[in-house]
């Protein structure tokens, strides 16, 4: 299990950008899948966007399509989540994780994930 935390959310106007960051503890990061999650008020958690360990494959929900892009950082421990023409919809708690799976076996599936962070709030306003 790896230690995670976020940073980087905050209040945006509707077509804004922000940019989260996530800090990862542990010798094997190299080895986890990396992805991004979130939750608004009175739903589910979501995927938004995961990327591999090696390769750096990257894998977007439909509505993080063209507008996200995750990164990663080995060196640093880093993982990144840019948000671009955010809308009022992206409202939500954002979350980073972990999986020790591989990417493909992962699909969109949280359960797949054995390390959370606290979460960051992203608030975007019309």
């Known amino acids: 299990q790896v230690q995670l935390v976020e940073s980087g959310g905050g209040l945006v106007q509707a077509g804004g950008s922000l940019r989260l960051s996530c800090t990862a503890s542990g010798r094997t990061f190299t080895t986890y899948t990396m992805g991004w999650f979130r939750q608004a008020p009175g739903k589910e958690r979501e995927f938004v966007a995961a990327?591999?360990?090696?390769?750096?494959?990257?894998s977007y929900a439909d509505s993080a399509k063209g507008r996200f892009t995750i990164s990663r950082d080995n060196a640093k421990l880093m993982v990144y989540l840019q948000m671009n023409e955010l809308k009022p919809e992206d409202t939500a708690i954002y979350y980073c994780?972990?999986?020790?799976?591989?990417?493909?076996?992962?699909?969109?599936?949280?359960?797949?994930?054995?390390?959370w962070g606290e979460g960051t709030q992203v608030t975007v306003s019309s």
């Open positions: 990327i591999s360990r090696f390769t750096g494959t990257t």
């Open positions: 994780a972990a999986s020790s799976r591989g990417i493909a076996s992962i699909g969109m599936n949280s359960t797949a994930f054995g390390s």
